[in-house]
DNA sequence: CTCGACTCCTGCTGGC
DNA sequence: TGCCAGCAGGAGTCGA
């Protein structure tokens, strides 16, 4: 499920590739994904050169000479895989081994590969989403954030925009919990659960506490917790769950450092021993899976 | 305006 | 050992 530090790893391996490099042929396999490609994609990628890349939250841009971009969202299971053209598909990575693929009843590596380019040094790059959440679409060079998808987007995580006073303000009036406001793209972009679960846990504060209560101090907490774990989460590749994978096809490795996500009943990292800790619990607020510590977030 | 429920989709997991 | 229900979740849309 890619997230910021994902998106930006991928974009950095698509980047060494193709920026500067010149496409020299690009399909499409299916009219759609989440909305359908724009129409003509396939021939305005085919001949034009990348001139660079740029993320905005959990959004990849694709600058081509000629003066558009393409915007591309991975969605929950998209994957860029690169490979050389005359190099045979690389079998699906299993993330517990190979075990899976000696039954026999894997997809085939290209299976819901929807788009492809290839570049005239002979790289083939599938954009892979079997879940279809994805999408890609043409924007003018120069006007990215007046693209339906990106206007009114929150201030980058990473950038020097996103302070406690600019998350004070966004969060001023809202009865959401936390973790849900963290969660909406206009309020801050590019975080989704994983990351939001890990800040919180590390500002140790409740995912159930009211947002607009996230302010003074708590925000002041909250906002360098959000910085430290997205750059130590890109240092280390982005993480790898399940079908998530890089585009040079290897596997990101900050999963193993997660603190508190998908660790429900493992000792809390922050109280060993401590009686009254009764590990990392879990709940559900709008659906979606919170992981916390209810010892220390307060 | 704000918020939560619903929806899209397929692959993986776990329980029987 | 095999089957299948349930879960996973980004984010737009809609109804309250």
């Given at each position: 499920?890619?997230?910021?530090?994902?998106?930006?790893?991928?974009?950095?391996?698509?980047?060494?590739?193709?920026?500067?490099?010149?496409?020299?042929?690009a399909?499409?396999?299916?009219?759609?994904?989440?909305?359908?490609?724009?129409?003509?994609?396939?021939?305005?990628l085919?001949?034009?050169?990348?001139?660079?890349?740029?993320?905005?939250?959990?959004y990849?841009?694709?600058?081509?000479?000629?003066?558009?971009s393409?915007?591309?969202?991975?969605?929950?299971?998209?994957?860029?895989?690169?490979r050389?053209?005359d190099?045979?598909?690389?079998?699906?990575?299993?993330?517990?081994?190979?075990?899976?693929d000696?039954?026999?009843?894997?997809?085939?590596?290209?299976?819901?590969?929807?788009?492809?380019?290839?570049?005239?040094?002979?790289?083939?790059?599938?954009?892979?989403?079997?879940?279809?959440?994805?999408?890609?679409?043409?924007?003018?060079?120069?006007?990215?954030e007046?693209?339906?998808?990106?206007?009114?987007?929150?201030?980058?995580?990473?950038?020097?925009d996103?302070?406690?006073?600019?998350?004070?303000?966004?969060?001023?009036?809202?009865l959401?919990p936390?973790?849900?406001?963290?969660?909406?793209?206009?309020v801050?972009?590019?975080?989704?659960?994983i990351?939001?679960?890990?800040?919180?846990y590390?500002?140790?504060?409740?995912?159930?506490?009211?947002?607009?209560?996230?302010?003074?101090?708590?925000?002041?907490r909250?906002?360098?917790?959000?910085?430290?774990?997205?750059?130590?989460?890109?240092?280390?590749?982005?993480?790898?769950?399940?079908?998530?994978?890089?585009?040079?096809?290897?596997?990101?490795?900050?999963?193993?450092?997660?603190?508190?996500?998908?660790?429900?009943?493992?000792?809390?990292?922050?109280?060993?021993?401590?009686?009254?800790?009764s590990?990392?619990?879990?709940?559900v607020?709008?659906?979606r899976?919170?992981?916390?510590?209810?010892?220390?977030?307060?």
């Amino acid at each position: 499920m890619p997230e910021l530090p994902e998106v930006e790893t991928v974009m950095r391996g698509l980047a060494a590739v193709l920026e500067g490099r010149r496409i020299t042929a690009a399909s499409i396999s299916r009219p759609d994904l989440r909305w359908p490609f724009p129409p003509g994609l396939a021939a305005r990628l085919s001949g034009a050169r990348v001139l660079g890349f740029r993320r905005r939250g959990k959004y990849m841009l694709m600058r081509l000479e000629g003066g558009e971009s393409v915007l591309i969202h991975l969605g929950m299971s998209g994957r860029m895989v690169a490979r050389r053209v005359d190099e045979a598909p690389r079998p699906r990575m299993a993330p517990q081994g190979a075990a899976s693929d000696a039954r026999g009843h894997d997809n085939p590596p290209d299976a819901h590969e929807h788009m492809v380019i290839e570049t005239e040094e002979g790289w083939r790059i599938g954009f892979c989403d079997p879940r279809r959440f994805g999408c890609v679409d043409l924007v003018p060079t120069g006007r990215e954030e007046e693209h339906r998808l990106l206007a009114g987007m929150g201030p980058e995580p990473l950038g020097p925009d996103f302070t406690a006073a600019a998350l004070s303000a966004a969060l001023a009036g809202r009865l959401t919990p936390i973790k849900a406001a963290l969660l909406d793209q206009k309020v801050v972009a590019g975080l989704g659960n994983i990351y939001v679960c890990e800040a919180l846990y590390r500002a140790r504060i409740s995912p159930r506490r009211l947002a607009a209560s996230v302010a003074g101090a708590r925000a002041a907490r909250l906002v360098p917790e959000v910085k430290a774990v997205l750059a130590e989460s890109i240092a280390a590749g982005g993480s790898s769950l399940r079908d998530y994978v890089r585009a040079d096809g290897e596997i990101g490795a900050f999963q193993e450092r997660f603190d508190v996500y998908d660790r429900e009943g493992q000792p809390c990292p922050r109280c060993p021993g401590a009686p009254a800790c009764s590990g990392i619990a879990r709940l559900v607020q709008s659906g979606r899976s919170t992981f916390y510590c209810p010892r220390t977030q307060r």
